[in-house]
């Protein structure tokens, strides 16, 4: 085995040698060498070619390219090979085939299609797994194991008959007694009391809205049944190649809610997770960052790996641009400044055949004579130089909460509001703090809260006690506090905390709220502060909150809109609606000052981007100008960007700089 590389931050991503033959393997190495590539995932999608039939493995073409990877002193990122079992599994246990709510088998032909119960999946993935872990334990270019790939990313939720029962015992295993069950569930609503565990199924597809909880408790025992065959496959690897980390690469995309990744995380050696930039949303670029810093909170601060990014277009939306000159480093780089310490793409190659071939690579299909294999080479350059940086984490002052369990439950049926979605507050008021240059860790409401000026709590509808008390601490001991409407609404099993809206946080807030009032998309609410608010507005009485703002107009004209506790040493402000963006800007600059937390880099252009990593002896500090003019940036130091010495640095539209700080 040999170790993730030290001296550089690691730089490649996923080989599929198998899509080419011998001779291009060739000069895949010597490009690799030209590129900088440091590391390869391997064998991501090869069970196929791995045991082309049952029990029959042919390991010889995987020692080829293992061997030149450590000739090539590239490290490997193994796979166990388990994402996609081939045809041959498929055709012998079509139990294994996941199937949808509406009862339809999803057959193989594309990828992932097993289902997450099934066992004879599990025993041939183990198998699989032993295999490698036997053969290449002590080979010289592993160092990391990559169990599986995305999980989750294709075949859950899966409401097949197995999982039907291993529900069952997830359920029996949660509440012990049926009796229990039922009233987490609410049974005695709509006549759904059941009297034997042989009548619980999967909420499949029903004549009206389903049990909120049912759906709420198959979401977590999704999740969990993942991790159940990602802990089987991560334990043959720690018996059998116990000197090898082990991760999987997660999705932390906000748009990918089918894991819950805090329970994930903890079992990761090291944190990994896979980003594309999504054009079609109205602020990518926030996107990612918002992702970056959802991924560092779930590595609990420390660095993490960039698993598979694009080099430039995907082929999965449904028009597929190719990125701009330059936005190969910048997109890098941004996730770099978050913490990340592996640059890595989904994939070397581009495909000649198969569903992907339209999805750009390291290689595109112009070949190396072309300008993004020109910026590739030149970001290999810049990763090896970033060497310096890993290790080193992301400062931040101020914390969000995100929570997977709230965010099923409030995407649950029947609600409100079907407006409302989890991320959208989160998300605005990420990318408004970004724009003010102030770095947000987003992590969970369990996470240590004390490092934090502020606090903002969007949208946190389902929150256990012992959260909700640990919030109340924080602000306590000094913190701001910011809880967005329709938060605290719900305990762990999504019932209703009575007595007045936001059940859970009423007190700390001093507020109560009797109803709501969700706006339909031709609705507004004035402000009286002047701006405007949309989406949502609440019957809000300050009970012993000091009122910031009321409504101006419609029908609850005059009533509080944004409130402010004070407790102990901070306070606890309460916005029971959504402002548009210069009237959410406003209030969270009021609330930055009362933490006195300061931007990165005070003065900076709106749209240069700042964050600041720091090790116990350096900083350095990642610019990024997201305009599309240029900028002139006081600051002194080294770039390592391009490896010069600077007083005064001169941004172009979409440049990046790393600045080691004298
Ligand atoms: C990921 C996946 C890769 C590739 C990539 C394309 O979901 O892990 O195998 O499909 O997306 O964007
Ligand atoms: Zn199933």
Redesign the pocket.
Known sequence: MRRWPEDRLAFGG?YNPEQWPRETWTEDVDLMARAGVSFVTLG??SWSWLEPAKGEYEFGWLDDVMDRMADADIAVDLATGT?TPPPWFSHAYPQSLPVDHDGHTLWPGS?QAWCPTAAPYREHALALTTQLATRYHDHPALALWHVS??YA?HNIPCYCDTCAGAFRVWLRERYERLDRLNDAWGTAFWSQRYTDWAQVLPPRRTTTFANPTHQLDYSRFQSDALLVFFLAEKAVLTRLSPDVPVTT?F?TMTRFRHLDYHQWAPHQDVVST?H?VVDSLTHPRAELAFSADLTRGLAGGDPWML??H?TSA???QPVNRAKAPGQTIRDSLAHVARGADTIGF??WRQSQAG??KF?SALVPHAGPDSARFREVCRLGEIARRLGEVRGSRVESRVALLWDYQAAWAVGGPAMPSARLDYAFVAETVHRLLRARGVTVDVVHPSAPLDAYGLVVVPTLYLVTDVDAAHLADAAESGAQVLVTFFSGIADQDDHVRLGGYPGAFRDLLGIRVEELFPLSSDETARLGSGGEATLWTEDLTATTATVLDRYASGPLTGRPAVTRHDVGAGSAWYLSTMPDDASLDAVLGDLLDAAGVLPVLPGLPVGVEAVRRRSPDSSWLFLANDTEESHEVDIAGHDLVTARDVDRLHLAPGEVAVVRER
Request: glycine share 0%; net charge negative.
């Open positions: 996923d991501v999608f994402a990828r790939n995305e990313c690469n999705m896979d594309y698993m598979e694009s995907v082929n999965w989904f994939q569903s992907e999805h």
